[in-house]
């Protein structure tokens, strides 16, 4: 039982990963496609912790 829910959570993290990768490439194809150099503030909105690249 104790291995199930370890691997549940790595499940969880897998999954939260992805999503937090998905959202990146999306805020970053946006930036592409309006020119995104200028507006390097407007990659990183409030909320989105830059530290979360690490994981």
């Given at each position: 039982?104790?291995?199930e ?5 790595g ?16 805020l ?7 020119g995104?150099d ?12 830059k ?5």
């Amino acid at each position: 039982m104790h291995l199930e829910k370890r691997d549940t959570g790595g499940v969880a993290l897998a999954e939260r990963r992805k999503r937090l990768e998905a959202r990146e490439e999306r805020l970053e194809r946006a930036c592409r496609i309006f020119g995104g150099d200028e507006k390097e503030g407007w990659k990183e909105p409030a909320g989105f912790p830059k530290q979360t690249r690490r994981l």
